[in-house]
């Protein structure tokens, strides 16, 4: 088996196989409803998923969640701030589980978290330069900035597991990306068509009212810390030249 195809099934193996880290996919969108609904949130669930997402794809959840429980005032930016800090954190501990799980080791979510806050500036500036960087390409269409991200994509695990700062974090995934396109790529095709599947699923549960939302969101949540794992995966396997 190709070696991306080998890390994507050694991601499956390594979700199913570690429950605390399933653990964090499958009860984080849930604590998050109920605090956001707490907050005046009264849209559905299935979007919470976000809440373990990278950012900008957490921002959509973000945005539409700010706007219905706090307006478009101060208390919106705010808001924002929060959610982007909070989703930011909940992917880095993942990112950092996800190494342990890969490492034959029983993750810790408090020892990730920790790990985690212990880096906390060069986590926050590298999301944010990563999201500079792409949001400027973007304004020159929608392509360069899809080619930024996609240089950029192992930046968290660049900045998390090599403890490299913010820039080198950024400059580490490009040269990664750029020596190793092939199998990059590949990975890319193999997650959208993981992405696809997953959403042709999430739709089919989604029919059944409540509970088939609920089950949509749990699976959209294990999805994206399978991402997470099949990432971290890849970043640790790929040549280094």
């Given amino acids: 088996m190709p070696p991306i195809g080998r890390s994507l099934g050694r991601g ?21 409803w109920l605090v956001v609904l707490a907050s005046g949130y009264e849209g559905p669930p299935a979007p919470l998923v976000y809440a373990l997402a990278v950012p900008p794809i957490s921002t959509v959840f973000d945005l539409g969640a700010g706007s219905s429980a706090v307006g478009l005032g101060p208390a919106f930016l705010v808001f924002i701030a929060v959610s982007m800090l909070v989703n930011l954190i909940s992917s880095a501990v993942v990112v950092v589980m996800a190494k342990d799980a890969l490492g034959a080791r029983e993750p810790s979510m408090g020892d990730a978290f920790a790990a985690v806050m212990a880096r906390l500036t060069d986590v926050v500036v590298a999301s944010v330069l990563f999201a500079v960087i792409v949001g400027v390409a ?18 968290l695990p660049a900045v998390l597991l090599d403890n490299v700062g913010a820039i080198d974090g950024l400059k580490r995934s490009a040269t ?23 959403v042709i699923a999430s739709m089919i549960l989604g029919v059944v009212p409540v509970i088939g939302q609920l089950a949509s969101m749990l699976l959209a949540g294990a999805f994206f810390a399978y991402l997470t794992v099949v990432a971290v995966r890849v970043y640790q396997t790929l040549p280094r030249r």
């Fill in 176 to 198: 990664l990306v750029k020596n190793n396109l092939g199998p990059v790529l590949g990975l890319v095709i193999g997650v959208i068509v993981a992405a696809v599947i997953m």
């Fill in 138 to 155: 973007s304004i020159f269409l929608v392509i360069p900035g899809i080619i930024a991200g996609f240089f950029l994509m192992f930046t």
């Fill in 12 to 32: 499956l193996l390594t979700v199913a196989s570690s429950p605390v880290l399933l653990l964090v996919a499958l009860m984080a969108p849930p604590v998050v």
